[in-house]
């Protein structure tokens, strides 16, 4: 029974390599389910054995030579989209890049010309003010330190004032 099994399972694989060799001459499409129908035999039979699976793999991306131009394999085309797609994508966010700069200048040099804007030196005026909320968190950390050392100074002088009161 188990040689019976094998020598069902061989005659299989010779029917899917016939069928991989006759597509690949035809320039068919060559997919999985073609050749399994071609080979009569089921599509997991393809799927378990990982060679064939290779093959009809190999097979569908070989491109076809018959004294003319050879055809392009589908494997290429979709590298080919995927490279222009992405392409596409890179060249949008960059022309939104480039647009958005061009509004924020446009406009910079709109509103300096009105006579509206805020004085030339703004940035010295950030940089002060970034500074000083600098110096107001510094104080504040003091604060709340020192702050800290008279809520431990009076808790002190509380448990001393009791201790002394609590004497006999």
């Given at each position: 029974m188990i040689e019976g099994k094998r020598?069902?399972?061989a005659r299989r694989r010779e029917r899917v390599l016939r069928a991989i060799d006759a597509a690949a001459r035809s320039g068919g499409d060559i997919t999985v389910s073609s050749l399994a129908r071609a080979a009569r035999v089921d599509r997991t039979f393809l799927y378990r054995h990982r060679d064939l699976l290779e093959r009809v793999r190999a097979a569908a991306n070989t491109p076809v030579e018959e004294g003319r131009i050879a055809a392009v394999s589908r494997a290429s085309l979709q590298t080919d989209l995927t490279n222009a797609l992405e392409r596409n994508k890179r060249l949008a966010a960059r022309v939104r890049q480039l647009e958005n700069?061009?509004?924020s200048q446009l406009g910079d040099a709109i509103w300096a010309e009105s006579g509206l804007g805020?004085?030339?030196d703004i940035d010295q005026l950030q940089r002060r003010i970034?500074?000083?909320e600098q110096e107001v968190a510094a104080k504040k950390?003091?604060?709340d330190e020192r702050t800290?050392?008279?809520e431990a100074a009076r808790a002190a002088n509380r448990e001393l004032t009791r201790a002394l009161n609590h004497r006999p």
């Open positions: 020598a069902d399972s700069r061009l509004s805020a004085p030339v970034a500074l000083l950390g003091e604060l800290e050392e008279l």
